[in-house]
């Protein structure tokens, strides 16, 4: 009987790549070369990709303050499971279900068939989530839980208000503020509110007939994510010593100086890696206190209409590129 022969992984994978800053259409599925991953790493075969504005805000204007140039392959969320790791690597093994958002503000790579990147970027997925799901996690909730708990620190008993309160950011904002005793004020179009009392909104405003400003007083928190005239009305709705947390990089309209004289705080936030902050996402999910929406559940293929329908700025919670099961 002949002796069986070893099984030699693949040497190239399924991407999604794009050689040009530019339109959806620019985003072409391609056969790569199948990374390994070095000290410290992990090899994940990706099932799951979250799509995020971060990813078509990328694809159009090239990867922002990192200095890199196309070709690369966009996707910041990955769910998946370890294919092996790297020199060094205690705390995954071959087998484990992950999910992470590795190498912020650098894409990770996730529009593909495998990535890697440091072991401690990623933590287990949480029980009862499936990989569409688990992908869409990552980026959004750990922007959330940072904005909220780290920089914030909420408390019980505080109001927070919660722009854009049915997209990907926000639809999660609302659910953490609620974890953590809060009264959440939340904004959206007035066909998103039930979605949105179903996860715990106290108080819903339709941006589109009421003046956050007039509308709203007395608040804490204020997380943004819309930016711009938003700035302004928003520090009106805050009483002393509250912060505006901005997800939308600042320019010259940015209200620092409205903020200090009001004697209140404006911030910008930029999300980064947080295998702790993933842990206490996924606990929170375990206990039945957040759960994510998908939207849209694409292949990977379809990742130039993932990126159309993203831009529509119409899709309650998040869109997903199923990669691999």
Same mark, same amino acid.
């Given at each position: 009987?002949?002796?069986?022969?070893?099984?030699?992984?693949?040497?190239?994978?399924?991407?999604v790549?794009?050689?040009?800053?530019?339109?959806?259409?620019?985003?072409?599925?391609?056969?790569?070369?199948?990374?390994e991953p070095g000290r410290?790493?992990?090899?994940?075969?990706?099932?799951?990709?979250?799509?995020?504005?971060?990813?078509?805000?990328?694809r159009a204007?090239?990867?922002?303050?990192?200095?890199?140039?196309?070709?690369f392959?966009?996707?910041?969320?990955?769910?998946?499971?370890v294919e092996?790791?790297?020199?060094g690597?205690?705390i995954?093994?071959?087998?484990?279900?992950?999910?992470g958002m590795?190498?912020?503000p650098?894409?990770a790579?996730a529009?593909?068939?495998?990535?890697?990147?440091?072991?401690?970027h990623f933590?287990?997925?949480?029980?009862?989530l499936?990989?569409?799901?688990?992908?869409?996690?990552?980026l959004?909730?750990?922007?959330?839980w940072?904005a909220?708990?780290?920089?914030?620190?909420?408390?019980?008993?505080q109001?927070?208000?919660?722009h854009?309160?049915?997209?990907?950011?926000?639809?999660?904002?609302?659910?953490?503020?609620?974890?953590?005793?809060?009264?959440?004020?939340?904004?959206?179009?007035?066909?998103k509110?039930?979605?949105l009392?179903?996860?715990?909104?106290?108080?819903?405003i339709?941006?589109?007939?009421?003046?956050?400003?007039?509308?709203?007083?007395?608040?804490?928190?204020?997380?943004?994510?819309?930016?711009?005239?938003?700035?302004?009305?928003s520090?009106?709705t805050l009483?002393?010593?509250?912060?505006?947390?901005?997800? !939308?990089?600042? *320019?010259?309209?940015? &209200? $620092?100086? #409205? +903020?200090?004289? %009001?004697? /209140?705080?404006?911030v910008?936030m930029?999300?980064?890696?947080?295998?702790?902050?993933?842990?206490?996402?996924?606990?929170?999910?375990?206990?039945?206190?957040?759960? !994510?929406?998908? *939207?849209t559940?694409? &292949? $990977?293929? #379809? +990742?130039?209409? %993932?990126? /159309?329908l993203?831009?529509?700025?119409?899709?309650?919670?998040k869109?997903v590129?199923?990669?691999?099961?």
């Amino acid at each position: 009987m002949a002796e069986p022969q070893p099984v030699t992984a693949p040497s190239t994978m399924r991407a999604v790549s794009q050689d040009r800053a530019g339109a959806p259409d620019v985003l072409k599925v391609v056969e790569a070369a199948r990374p390994e991953p070095g000290r410290g790493e992990i090899l994940v075969r990706v099932q799951a990709a979250g799509v995020n504005p971060a990813d078509w805000k990328t694809r159009a204007r090239g990867m922002f303050g990192t200095g890199a140039t196309p070709p690369f392959t966009l996707g910041f969320d990955v769910a998946g499971v370890v294919e092996s790791v790297g020199p060094g690597v205690t705390i995954f093994q071959s087998g484990d279900e992950v999910f992470g958002m590795p190498r912020f503000p650098h894409p990770a790579g996730a529009y593909a068939e495998y990535v890697t990147a440091p072991a401690r970027h990623f933590a287990p997925r949480p029980r009862g989530l499936n990989a569409v799901q688990a992908g869409a996690l990552p980026l959004a909730a750990l922007t959330a839980w940072q904005a909220l708990v780290d920089t914030a620190r909420i408390r019980a008993g505080q109001r927070v208000l919660v722009h854009a309160a049915a997209g990907g950011v926000g639809h999660l904002a609302v659910q953490i503020a609620k974890a953590r005793g809060a009264y959440v004020i939340a904004t959206a179009s007035a066909a998103k509110h039930d979605v949105l009392r179903t996860l715990g909104a106290d108080e819903l405003i339709d941006y589109r007939t009421q003046d956050v400003a007039e509308a709203v007083r007395d608040v804490d928190v204020v997380l943004d994510s819309v930016g711009g005239p938003n700035w302004t009305r928003s520090l009106r709705t805050l009483r002393p010593g509250g912060i505006l947390i901005s997800l !939308v990089p600042p *320019d010259d309209t940015f &209200p $620092l100086r #409205q +903020a200090e004289g %009001a004697g /209140v705080r404006a911030v910008f936030m930029l999300v980064e890696p947080d295998q702790q902050g993933l842990r206490e996402i996924g606990a929170l999910v375990e206990d039945g206190r957040l759960r !994510v929406i998908v *939207d849209t559940v694409l &292949p $990977l293929e #379809q +990742a130039a209409q %993932a990126h /159309v329908l993203g831009e529509t700025g119409r899709t309650t919670g998040k869109i997903v590129l199923e990669v691999g099961r």
